[in-house]
Protein backbone atom coordinates (compact mmCIF):
# COMPACT_ATOMS: atom_id res chain seq x y z
CA UNK A 1 0.00 0.00 0.00
CA UNK A 2 1.18 3.21 -0.85
CA UNK A 3 -0.10 6.02 1.44
CA UNK A 4 -0.16 9.62 -0.25
CA UNK A 5 -1.05 12.58 2.23
CA UNK A 6 -1.55 16.47 0.20
CA UNK A 7 -0.55 19.71 1.60
CA UNK A 8 -0.31 23.17 0.36
CA UNK A 9 -4.41 23.98 -0.48
CA UNK A 10 -5.43 27.60 -0.20
CA UNK A 11 -7.60 30.22 -1.64
CA UNK A 12 -6.01 32.43 -3.62
CA UNK A 13 -7.10 35.66 -6.54
CA UNK A 14 -6.82 34.71 -10.34
CA UNK A 15 -3.57 35.20 -11.55
CA UNK A 16 -1.62 33.91 -8.37
CA UNK A 17 0.50 30.36 -7.73
CA UNK A 18 0.18 27.81 -5.40
CA UNK A 19 2.18 25.14 -4.75
CA UNK A 20 0.81 21.70 -3.91
CA UNK A 21 3.09 18.88 -2.23
CA UNK A 22 2.18 15.46 -1.53
CA UNK A 23 4.22 12.73 0.40
CA UNK A 24 4.13 9.03 -0.74
CA UNK A 25 5.61 6.10 1.06
CA UNK A 26 7.76 4.42 -1.36
CA UNK A 27 7.70 5.59 -5.38
CA UNK A 28 5.81 4.14 -7.59
CA UNK A 29 6.05 4.08 -11.52
CA UNK A 30 3.26 6.94 -12.16
CA UNK A 31 2.16 9.63 -10.36
CA UNK A 32 -0.75 11.99 -11.00
CA UNK A 33 -2.32 14.74 -9.80
CA UNK A 34 -6.30 14.60 -10.16
CA UNK A 35 -8.69 17.37 -9.28
CA UNK A 36 -12.96 17.37 -9.14
CA UNK A 37 -15.02 20.56 -9.01
CA UNK A 38 -18.38 20.27 -7.77
CA UNK A 39 -20.94 18.86 -10.12
CA UNK A 40 -17.71 17.36 -11.71
CA UNK A 41 -16.16 14.28 -12.16
CA UNK A 42 -12.59 13.79 -10.97
CA UNK A 43 -9.98 14.73 -14.03
CA UNK A 44 -6.48 13.92 -14.49
CA UNK A 45 -4.24 17.14 -14.32
CA UNK A 46 -0.60 16.27 -14.91
CA UNK A 47 1.19 12.42 -14.58
CA UNK A 48 4.85 11.96 -14.01
CA UNK A 49 6.43 8.86 -14.70
CA UNK A 50 10.24 7.15 -13.05
CA UNK A 51 11.84 8.66 -15.61
CA UNK A 52 10.37 12.16 -14.94
CA UNK A 53 8.68 12.42 -18.35
CA UNK A 54 5.82 14.50 -18.05
CA UNK A 55 1.79 15.30 -19.49
CA UNK A 56 -0.83 17.83 -19.12
CA UNK A 57 -4.22 17.70 -19.55
CA UNK A 58 -4.94 20.87 -22.44
CA UNK A 59 -6.21 23.10 -20.14
CA UNK A 60 -3.10 23.45 -17.56
CA UNK A 61 -0.55 22.95 -20.00
CA UNK A 62 1.97 25.95 -19.53
CA UNK A 63 0.56 27.02 -16.16
CA UNK A 64 1.31 24.13 -13.86
CA UNK A 65 4.11 21.68 -13.77
CA UNK A 66 4.20 18.32 -11.77
CA UNK A 67 7.74 17.82 -10.17
CA UNK A 68 9.20 15.20 -7.45
CA UNK A 69 11.50 14.33 -5.48
CA UNK A 70 12.54 10.64 -4.30
CA UNK A 71 15.12 11.69 -1.71
CA UNK A 72 11.94 13.46 0.34
CA UNK A 73 9.37 11.42 -1.53
CA UNK A 74 7.67 14.09 -2.16
CA UNK A 75 5.58 15.12 -5.28
CA UNK A 76 4.99 18.85 -5.86
CA UNK A 77 1.99 20.95 -8.75
CA UNK A 78 3.20 24.10 -9.22
CA UNK A 79 0.83 26.02 -10.08
CA UNK A 80 1.03 29.79 -11.83
CA UNK A 81 -1.72 31.96 -13.34
CA UNK A 82 -4.73 30.86 -11.49
CA UNK A 83 -8.04 30.77 -13.08
CA UNK A 84 -11.60 30.67 -11.22
CA UNK A 85 -12.11 27.28 -12.87
CA UNK A 86 -9.35 25.78 -11.28
CA UNK A 87 -10.99 25.60 -8.43
CA UNK A 88 -11.42 22.11 -7.04
CA UNK A 89 -10.33 19.56 -4.53
CA UNK A 90 -6.72 18.07 -5.66
CA UNK A 91 -5.87 14.71 -5.45
CA UNK A 92 -2.56 12.96 -5.99
CA UNK A 93 -2.83 9.37 -7.07
CA UNK A 94 0.02 6.53 -7.74
CA UNK A 95 0.22 3.46 -10.42
CA UNK A 96 2.80 1.19 -10.30
CA UNK A 97 3.08 1.22 -13.62
CA UNK A 98 5.21 1.66 -16.56
CA UNK A 99 2.44 3.25 -18.46
CA UNK A 100 1.36 6.47 -16.96
CA UNK A 101 0.24 9.18 -19.42
CA UNK A 102 -3.64 10.38 -19.38
CA UNK A 103 -4.42 6.96 -17.19
CA UNK A 104 -7.95 7.08 -16.09
CA UNK A 105 -9.11 7.88 -12.41
CA UNK A 106 -10.13 3.73 -12.63
CA UNK A 107 -6.24 2.83 -12.95
CA UNK A 108 -4.85 4.12 -10.16
CA UNK A 109 -5.50 2.28 -6.83
CA UNK A 110 -3.53 5.19 -4.38
CA UNK A 111 -4.97 7.99 -3.56
CA UNK A 112 -4.49 10.83 -1.19
CA UNK A 113 -7.41 12.32 1.17
CA UNK A 114 -7.03 15.43 -1.08
CA UNK A 115 -6.37 19.39 -0.68
CA UNK A 116 -9.17 22.44 -1.39
CA UNK A 117 -7.74 25.16 -4.24
CA UNK A 118 -10.09 27.97 -4.30
CA UNK A 119 -9.42 30.79 -6.78
CA UNK A 120 -11.75 33.84 -6.72
CA UNK A 121 -11.94 36.17 -9.64
Known amino acids: QVQLVESGGDSVQAGGSLSLSCGYS?????MAWFRQAPGKEREGVAYIDSDGRTSYVASVKGRFTISKDNAKNTLYLQMNSLKPEDTAMYYCAALSSPVCAYRARADFPYWGQGTQVTVSS
Open 26 to 30: YSVYC
